[in-house]
């Protein structure tokens, strides 16, 4: 029987997780000045992929039948989890702003219930749902900043594209990473995992090297680079695997919503954004739709 404390922090982790995925937004915002959009993702998950190797070869060369075995549903999240999702967002940054960026970005959850529902026969209840509709109004008027006739004077552009793009790749890497049982602990797969998202990128790796902006390889490429890694790289992946281990592809899905609350607060303390009303209430409202959709009451479906 598990004691009150390894329950709890599975969902102490919704709170925590977005922290360190949301600082992928310091990096779309400062990095792609200084490196390709690629080139970051790309190098991004190649030192992700070499500081987890360090301390998972013994391990991995040991299970290297389970690897072949699971390779191809491991390069599959790869390129979900790492490539669509690690260079999309950057490209998108080029056409489009951070209020279109956030509101479509904030439908992978909805993407996430679906795929789990049809799919996978994953349970949908009421709760689950009064929850997402409260996620999505709050974060919703964080992005419009309480103003309808910005959301009104929305325009989209390709770079949305990519956005959704990312939105679906996200929803896929994250139903998958849940359903897709393996025997390799976490770090082993994730190991894996940041492999196969460098190597689903490697052909557009070169492709803009070679024909839109090669790489110059000075401190700000080693600055944003390993701070990709780290944060919104090894730590917020580490913590989304665990965290969904114990709750769910689609519970764990909503901390997309804490992503762009958290994001908004990165902009005030590092982008000098001021903090308004509509933030306090906005935060509140994604923090009760979070305890709604991991609240369980028994045999209530949509």
Known sequence: MKNNSSILIPYLLLFIQPVFMASNLIVARGGVEFVPPISLAFWRWTIVFIILFLFNYEKLIKKKKIVKKEFKKLFFLGAMGCGVCGAFPFLAGQTTTIINMGIIYTSSPIFIILISYFLFKEKFTILKFIGLVL???????????????????????????????????????????????????????????SLCGALSLLPFYISEQILIQPT???????????????????????????????????????????????????????????????????????????????????????
């Open 216 to 302: 110059i390889f000075n401190n700000y490429f080693y600055m944003w680079t390993f701070f990709a890694a780290i944060s919104p790289g090894i730590i917020a992946f580490s913590l989304y695997t665990y965290t969904q281990k114990y709750l769910g592809a689609t519970t764990t899905g909503f901390t997309l919503y804490l992503f762009t609350v958290y994001g908004a607060f990165y902009g005030i303390i590092l982008f000098n954004e001021k903090l308004e009303a509509y933030h306090y209430l906005s935060t509140l409202m994604v923090f009760l739709g979070i305890y709604l959709v991991k609240k369980k009451i028994k045999n209530e479906k949509i």
């Open 135 to 193: 996620c999505l109004i709050g974060v919703l008027l964080i992005i419009i900043k309480a103003d309808i006739n910005l959301l009104l004077s929305l325009k989209f552009t390709k770079g949305d594209l990519w956005m959704l793009g990312a939105a679906i790749g996200w929803a896929l890497y994250s139903v998958y990473l849940f359903y897709w049982k393996s025997n390799l602990s976490v770090f082993e797969r994730f190991t894996v995992i």
